[in-house]
């Protein structure tokens, strides 16, 4: 095989076989091929497709690219959540805690910051000294010992992706529905768990912007998931205004914080015990009501809190942190964005404020880049809140201040005002299983 001839077949429409795919996976693990190449492979999955059958297939090779973790001897039920991606999307720092305080597994692999989003493993990382990037010996012995591991795509676990992850950062090629579902559902078939839950983002702060495409991503995702004989489901969830009130590393991990201990924002609370209710279904724990109730119980009762701090300390990090959030250190330099006039916000470009976040250096304009953990944006303000000219609509955090300048006109290019509020828009949209996609009864 050359690969020319497979980017040649894939950009004129064709469909790739399991052996073609192999071929592709396998080389870009090698080395064999070389970035460039990955690259136009990609530009041409994005602009041609996969079919279903080439979806599962790259999907299972990727998955097949290292390691398989085995933790079939560990006693309970391994669970795993994932999201798509989003802006102040912090849901793993709350959910994973509250499921392992009510009794599952909880062994996720996580990925770092890509485009506009941020990403899980750059949040905790903000911790000092955890550690994200565990080998696979390592992984499974803090998740044998604590119930709880957050880790990054180190050691050997899906290598592949790994790879082509990091390239579709920096090609504009993020927003391809098969790339998207090959990627996640390869980390989660290589990380071992008996249950996923995936949390597939819609609006103008995710990869996908109709709710529909996000339900047709999630039935795509649930199948390959079910093939692979693992218990999967998702939820729907909207991303077009973002989530809680914090976007940038320690910030989002300081209102995590808060949040399970009680006070963070609302619509942050109800979407984590929304997810952790759901994994804690999916893996036969209750009704859809008696996992709620014990998502809530374990915020209630500090257990959730404890098992973040079980695992920050498991995982190399200061504990402390957990205890006295006050102890993450500050940016340098922080300053309002002030609302124009008066009215009615109508609406947030959620993807261009997390644009503004990465000219502050919260995010990566390229691969590999260093990100500052104490930038960010702490929003005053969200759509359909009344504000008067001169009000904060928000404060930038950065250690650069050169950076304000762009970042403020970045963020007041991504709001609209109005003198009439918004329609409200549903946090749950529908939850999709293998059989069935139940819509929210608010759409």
């Known amino acids: ?30 080395g064999d091929i070389p970035d460039y190449q990955l690259s136009a492979f990609l530009m041409a999955v994005c602009f041609r497709g996969m079919t279903a059958q080439e979806t599962t297939d790259l999907t299972l090779s990727m998955a097949r690219s290292g390691d398989m973790a085995d933790l079939s001897d560990i006693p309970g039920v391994k669970a795993d959540k994932h999201s798509t991606g989003g802006v102040g999307d912090k849901t793993t720092l709350a959910v994973a805690p509250i499921a392992a305080a009510c009794g599952l597994v909880l062994a996720k692999m996580s990925g770092r910051g890509l485009g506009h989003t941020g990403g899980t493993v750059d949040k905790l990382e903000s ?9 696979g010996e390592e992984f499974r012995a803090i998740v044998q010992k604590t119930g709880i591991c957050v880790a990054g795509q180190s050691g050997n676990l899906a290598p592949a992706d790994k790879k082509l992850y990091a390239l579709r950062d920096v090609t504009a090629t993020v927003d391809s529905m098969p790339l998207i579902a090959s990627s996640i559902m390869s980390k989660k078939l290589a990380a071992g768990a008996d249950v996923i839950l995936l949390d597939v983002k819609y609006g103008s702060g995710a990869f996908l912007a109709a709710p529909e495409d996000a339900v047709a991503l999630a039935k795509r995702m649930v199948e390959i998931g079910t093939a692979a004989g693992r218990r999967t489901a998702a939820l729907i969830t909207d991303m077009d205004v973002p989530l809680g009130l914090a976007i940038g590393n320690s910030l989002e991990v300081r209102e995590a914080i808060d949040s399970l201990r009680g006070h963070g924002p609302q619509d942050y609370t109800r979407v984590s015990v929304a997810l952790a209710a759901a994994l804690l279904s999916l893996a036969g724990r209750g009704t859809a009501d008696e996992c709620r109730r014990m998502a809530e119980d374990a915020i209630r009762s500090g257990a959730a809190l404890a098992k973040l701090r079980e695992m920050t300390e498991a995982q190399g990090g200061d504990p402390r942190y957990i205890d006295e959030p006050s102890r993450f250190p500050r940016a340098a330099y922080t300053e309002p964005v002030s609302a124009p006039s008066d009215g009615y916000l109508q609406h947030m470009d959620t993807a261009q404020i997390g644009r503004a976040s990465v000219l502050l250096g919260a995010g990566r304009e390229r691969a590999g880049e260093a990100i500052d953990h104490a930038a960010g944006i702490v929003l005053a303000h969200k759509t359909g809140d009344f504000v008067r000219q001169g009000e904060p609509l928000a404060w930038l955090h950065t250690n650069h201040p050169a950076a304000f300048a762009e970042a403020q006109a970045s963020f007041l290019s991504a709001l609209a005002f109005g003198s009439t509020p918004p329609s409200p828009r549903a946090e749950i949209y529908a939850y999709v299983t293998e059989n069935q996609v139940i819509y929210h009864r608010n759409n």
């Open 1 to 30: 095989m050359h690969m020319i001839d497979l980017i040649t077949k894939k950009k004129q429409g064709g469909a790739l076989s399991r052996a073609e795919l192999d071929y592709i996976v396998c080389g870009a693990v090698r």
């Open 127 to 135: 911790i000092p000294g955890f550690r994200t990037e565990l080998s």
